[in-house]
């Protein structure tokens, strides 16, 4: 039901994480480029570009996911930060998802911006849509109480 609901492309890295057991870096990245679709283990992306402002980087991140999902009415979206990011550069794009959603007609029902699945110290982002639905909202907003996440105690 959620997974049938929900993508999630790896955005956009500015830098790499050095694996404990390979002891360097996975790729090398220019200071003006960017890596697109990049895993979550720290894989290198499906492409690299220009180092483009967050607005194309969090548009290209939700044109994928609109390749895979039709995307409207309610949604649940997470910002995901690889590690090095920091929290205001994350809620600037969290900014440009939200109003690129608007203007497809979508809404932002529920959110969560921060470091959750990180790639150690990568400096990047992802982006998770999930159309929800009125069971997927109440499953979303029952009470959680898990050492890194806690709501409606």
Request: proline residues 6%; contains cysteine.
């Amino acid at each position: 039901m959620v997974s049938a609901s929900t993508a999630s492309p790896g955005a956009g890295a500015l830098s790499s994480c050095v694996v404990p057991a390979a002891g360097k870096p996975t790729f090398e990245l220019g200071e003006a480029e960017v890596e697109l679709g990049i895993g979550i283990h720290g894989e290198p992306g499906r492409t690299r570009a220009a180092l483009t402002p967050a607005r194309e980087l969090a548009a290209a991140a939700l044109d994928a996911i609109r390749a895979d999902l039709p995307v409207g009415g309610d949604l649940l979206v997470m910002v995901n930060g690889m590690g090095g990011t920091p929290l205001l550069e994350l809620y600037v794009v969290f900014n440009e998802v939200r109003q690129y959603l608007e203007a497809k007609g979508a809404r932002i029902a529920r959110n969560l911006v921060g470091n959750y699945i990180t790639s150690l110290e990568m400096q990047g982002f992802s982006v998770t849509a999930c159309q929800l639905t009125d069971a997927l909202t109440r499953l979303w907003d029952a009470p959680v109480d898990t050492p890194a996440l806690r709501w409606g105690r």
